[in-house]
């Protein structure tokens, strides 16, 4: 209901769509594969996933590709010297 509702969008178009939780360690994604909804749940166990800030928006699109880069990159600090 939030993708039809919230952001306007259907969600039987077999677009994937990706929700992250508050703490920000658990990415879920539910995407339509006909006949049923394909749901996957990406849980960190240390650190968060790097998120887009609330304040670009609602929504973001991004490639395949993209996603899979979010997805298994690790937030850390660097420092450098």
Partial sequence: MVIYEKLKY????GETFAFC???????????WREPIYHIE?????????IWPEEKLGRTIEVTKA????LVY????????G
């Fill in 10 to 13: 259907d969600p039987l178009v």
């Fill in 21 to 31: 939780n508050k703490c920000g360690n658990v990415i879920t994604t539910i995407a």
């Fill in 41 to 49: 749940k990406y849980v960190k166990t240390q650190g968060t996933f």
């Fill in 66 to 69: 993209e996603f899979e880069h």
């Fill in 73 to 80: 990159l690790k937030k850390s600090l660097r420092h450098k």
